[in-house]
């Protein structure tokens, strides 16, 4: 029997928007580097490709995990307009449970809108419109009791962030080890609250931007370690990934092919670290099957990986070899 992951966060409409017209640019942002691009008001900007899909940072982790083998479990939510039979309707069809993604009388389901350019880099507009409404009263009890693992991912208003509480206590109270993979957007907006709860979590995944700003700091290795997990992992684009447990640090080199689309790597990073750490508990293969579920997301337009579990084992275990992780000081 399957262990299951209880994913908390978004469900959204994606819009993906390719441009080879936008130009990514480098700027220093409070403690570290930012990459931005500008979009003149005063003429249009040609697009190569338009697509909508189904997205959020916990429905495309959750899809994921279940990809792989486990079973999942789901709280969202989404608006009473097209866009969330719309994500229902996806959901359905990914096999997902929808038992607790609420349908919220009055609200627009969240909307993304993903600018991408010829690198595969991208920028979001964002609407959160019911997510950001999604409150404590969306997580029972019995669904935390029933999981193996708590997964929190971006939760950024207030509402939410009582959630967010919630699902840590609860974790806590039920001995279930308790995942935190946040967006840059939560940690700008709950920093101070975030401090307070510094130890209450088992796994922290963030890529190298959102590590730098949390802890402030400018030396990967020193974000790494200022992380508030037991178990920390710092994704960093193609220098790879970088793990800290038990006293060791270590690092995971990436893959190197063409990127079409960022979008959704983190995602499924994470959906394929918890199904490694729920399936067999190690730590080096599941981040080295995480590294590679991620490298085949970005080979494609989209946020969800592609492909069926056999094809994504055969890719991992062809490309293993050249995940072997060093250990760093």
């Not at 308790?178 to 967006?183: L, R, Y």
């Not at 088992?202 to 959102?210: L, R």
């Amino acid at each position: 029997m399957p262990k299951t992951a209880l994913y908390i966060g978004s469900s959204t409409v994606d819009v993906n928007a390719t441009s080879c017209n936008i130009r990514p640019r480098t700027r220093l942002h409070h403690a570290h580097t930012e990459r931005f691009v500008e979009l003149s008001f005063a003429s249009k900007t040609a697009l190569d490709n338009v697509e909508i899909c189904t997205g959020g940072s916990a429905a495309n982790s959750a899809y994921t995990s279940k990809l792989l083998g486990s079973s999942v479990d789901l709280v969202s939510a989404v608006g009473d307009d097209l866009f969330g039979d719309v994500v229902l309707d996806e959901l359905k069809k990914l096999h997902l449970p929808t038992k607790h993604v609420a349908r919220l009388r009055g609200k627009k389901t969240a909307v993304g809108i993903n600018l991408l350019c010829e690198s595969g880099e991208k920028t979001n507009l964002v609407f959160k419109g019911a997510t950001d409404a999604l409150d404590e009263k969306a997580l029972p009890e019995s669904a935390v009791k029933e999981a193996d693992i708590v997964v929190c991912t971006s939760l950024a208003s207030a509402s939410n962030f009582r959630l967010f509480q919630k699902a840590a206590r609860l974790a806590r109270l039920h001995h279930k080890p308790f995942v935190f993979a946040p967006s840059i957007t939560m940690l700008r907006s709950r920093k101070a609250e975030l401090d307070r709860m510094h130890g209450h979590c088992d796994v922290v995944v963030m890529n190298h931007e959102e590590a730098g700003y949390y802890t402030g700091s400018k030396e990967p290795l020193e974000a790494l370690h200022e992380l508030p997990g037991k178990l920390n992992v710092m994704t960093w684009d193609a220098k790879g990934t970088y793990v800290e447990y038990g006293g060791i640090r270590l690092h995971v080199p990436t893959l190197q092919v063409a990127v079409k689309d960022t979008t959704g790597a983190g995602d499924s990073f994470t959906g394929a670290l918890v199904h490694g750490l729920l399936s067999h508990g190690n730590v080096l293969k599941a981040v080295q099957l995480a590294t590679a579920v991620a490298c085949l997301n970005i080979q494609q337009i989209g946020a969800k990986v592609e492909g069926s579990k056999a094809d994504i084992h055969s890719y991992f275990e062809k490309n293993k070899a050249k995940l072997k992780p060093k250990q760093v000081h």
